[in-house]
């Protein structure tokens, strides 16, 4: 007689899984997305957001212009006046999936 195995199952976040395949497309936002969900709080400089991640200001600046774009990060202006400032978005279910992103991916380095 064969016994059946128990069935396991375990809700999938779809939400989720869409947002890692449509915004961690590349290490460099997998890095970025990383950052700012340890830190949702955080307004930062291209150059911090460089550093935290290891990488150049040149090499941050089109991925984190492009996650401000689609609505993941926000730009907002700076005391100094050449200097722009980006924070993860205002939008509960963005944040909400960002700060899941980094929980359970931690920090690559």
């Known amino acids: 007689m064969i016994q059946s195995l128990p069935v ?3 809700e999938v ?3 989720f899984l869409v947002f890692v395949e449509r915004y961690a497309t590349d290490l460099l936002k997998w890095d970025i997305l990383t950052f700012f969900g340890q830190n949702p709080n955080i307004k930062a400089p291209l150059s911090k957001i460089a550093q ?3 990488r ?4 941050v600046r089109p991925e984190v212009g492009d ?3 689609v609505g993941i990060l926000e730009q907002i202006p700076s ?4 200097e722009v ?3 993860l978005t205002q939008s509960p279910q ?3 999936l960002a700060i899941k992103f980094a929980e359970n991916q931690g920090f690559r380095s």
């Open 94 to 96: 963005f944040r909400r």
């Open 85 to 87: 400032l980006f924070q």
């Open 67 to 69: 996650l401000a774009l």
């Open 56 to 59: 150049s200001v040149t090499s």
């Open 79 to 82: 005391l100094h006046r050449d």
């Open 13 to 15: 976040d779809v939400d």
């Open 52 to 54: 935290a991640v290891g």
């Open 8 to 10: 396991l199952t375990k």
